[in-house]
């Protein structure tokens, strides 16, 4: 009989390739935290409980520390520090695993070769070169940079009025509306899971609450999540939060609110 196996050595281990041992496990349900053992197989949690008499060939003892699922970040501006370090150390140290990026009506895309996308983009500086456009670009630049966490996208509105109109500074034509539309129809389509807006940003204050309803209809339509940026943080906070509210009402599209702050009394655009 020659040597045994790794299998055969792993299934007389109880076939687990990782034991976290000793946790507070708190898994995300609402259920009280207990304190036990995971045995994982195959990178799926196969067991959860007392694992002193199983061993595996990699062990983590997790006495003291909480183990949870990995969190997920709906609101991140990573989207071009995910693109050119996909190390993403800051969030995996959080336990963080998932994020979305493209929040407030700023982000990497769509892009069109202008300077004033600097502007939208978060962390940009001119040693970078924006070798992208489309959002499937976008996407392949970040699965090029092997990010070490799941990254998701949404439209910014903000990248929408800078690619369809010259001067986004001011109110948009019908025609320029249709264009967005048909921007961010592509976008969806090519793999962003919805669209966000920063209604307090020059580029996009003059959107008026129907071209919302507008691009809403379209990312309903995707099944896609709308991330408001609100209007007002000052003494119109409450319209401010209503705008989206409605919108959602009118569309049916799923909405997050991002940065309910009020702030009567700041000054507006300080907030
Ligand atoms: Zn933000």
């Given at each position: 009989?020659?040597?045994?196996?790794?299998?055969?050595?792993?299934?007389?281990?109880?076939?687990?390739?990782?034991?976290?041992?000793?946790?507070?496990?708190v898994?995300g349900?609402?259920?009280?935290?207990?304190?036990?053992?995971?045995?994982?197989?195959?990178?799926?949690i196969?067991?959860?409980?007392?694992?002193?008499s199983?061993?595996?060939?990699?062990?983590?003892d997790?006495?003291g520390?909480?183990?949870?699922?990995?969190?997920?970040d709906?609101?991140?501006?990573?989207?071009?520090?995910?693109?050119?370090?996909?190390?993403a150390?800051?969030?995996?140290?959080?336990?963080?695993?998932?994020?979305?990026?493209?929040?407030?009506?700023?982000?990497?895309?769509?892009?069109?070769?202008?300077?004033?996308?600097?502007?939208?983009?978060?962390?940009?500086?001119?040693?970078?070169?924006?070798?992208w456009?489309?959002?499937?670009?976008?996407?392949?630049?970040?699965?090029?940079?092997?990010?070490?966490?799941?990254?998701?996208?949404?439209v910014p509105?903000?990248?929408l009025?800078?690619?369809?109109?010259?001067?986004?500074?001011?109110?948009?034509?019908?025609?320029?509306?249709?264009?967005?539309?048909?921007?961010?129809?592509?976008?969806?389509?090519?793999?962003?899971?919805?669209?966000?807006?920063?209604?307090?940003?020059?580029?996009?204050v003059?959107?008026?609450?129907?071209?919302?309803?507008e691009?809403?209809?379209?990312?309903?339509?995707?099944g896609?999540l709308?991330?408001?940026?609100?209007?007002?943080?000052?003494?119109?906070?409450?319209?401010?939060?209503?705008?989206?509210?409605n919108?959602?009402a009118?569309?049916?599209?799923?909405?997050?609110?991002?940065?309910?702050m009020?702030?009567?009394?700041?000054?507006?655009?300080?907030?």
């Open positions: 009989m020659g040597h045994p196996s790794d299998s055969e050595r792993s299934l007389a281990n109880g076939g687990l390739d990782l034991i976290v041992r000793s946790g507070t496990i898994d349900t609402g259920a009280p935290p207990v304190t036990a053992d995971i045995g994982i197989s195959g990178g799926v196969k067991k959860i409980g007392d694992l002193s199983v061993t595996a060939a990699d062990e983590i997790a006495t520390l909480v183990v949870t699922p990995g969190i997920i709906v609101h991140s501006h990573a989207d071009l520090t995910l693109a050119i370090d996909g190390r150390e800051s969030a995996l140290t959080q336990g963080v695993t998932t994020v979305l990026v493209g929040n407030c009506g700023h982000g990497c895309t769509p892009l069109r070769d202008r300077p004033e996308y600097a502007s939208a983009i978060f962390g940009y500086n001119r040693s970078i070169p924006l070798d456009q489309s959002t499937g670009e976008y996407l392949e630049k970040l699965r090029q940079a092997r990010p070490g966490i799941n990254v998701g996208t949404l509105l903000g990248n009025r800078l690619t369809a109109m010259e001067d986004p500074e001011r109110s948009a034509s019908d025609d320029q509306v249709k264009q967005m539309c048909a921007l961010l129809e592509e976008a969806l389509d090519e793999g962003a899971l919805g669209f966000s807006c920063g209604l307090q940003y020059p580029d996009s003059h959107t008026r609450s129907e071209e919302l309803d691009f809403n209809k379209i990312v309903a339509a995707h896609g709308f991330a408001a940026c609100v209007r007002h943080t000052d003494e119109r906070a409450v319209e401010g939060i209503e705008e989206p509210i919108s959602a009118a569309t049916g599209v799923r909405t997050q609110i991002s940065h309910a009020p702030q009567p009394g700041s000054p507006r655009g300080m907030t």
